[in-house]
């Protein structure tokens, strides 16, 4: 990969092959031949996967979701009894505290 490339997620499967490889002394170069990505890549997870001990991607940062599960199966029965509801009438009938233009 180029240096400006963005970063490149891997799957947890394929993060647990590289980690695995590097504990049965293969080099980073050679998992990094067998598994189709850069060296650096290899060196990064071996060393993220000796501090967690697993291969299950850490959560990403960023605003948490507004609307719950609940709050949006709510408003979607209300729009189906009512597909010309206005969005004051859906805050209001589901009891949502948030803005009116987040439910748009």
Do not use: W
Request: net charge positive; charged share 25%; proline share 6%.
């Amino acid at each position: 990969m180029d240096a400006n490339t963005p970063n490149k997620h891997y799957s947890p499967h394929k993060r647990t092959r590289i980690a695995v490889g590097a504990q049965n002394g293969k080099s980073k170069y050679q998992i990094a031949a067998e598994e189709g990505c850069s060296p650096g890549s290899v060196h990064g997870i071996t060393k993220r996967y000796r501090v967690q001990q697993s291969a299950v991607a850490l959560p990403r940062s960023g605003r948490p979701k507004i609307l719950t599960e609940y709050d949006k199966r709510h408003i979607l029965r209300l729009i189906d009894q009512d597909p010309f509801i206005s969005n004051t009438e859906i805050k209001t009938q589901a009891g949502l505290t948030y803005h009116v233009d987040t439910i748009t």
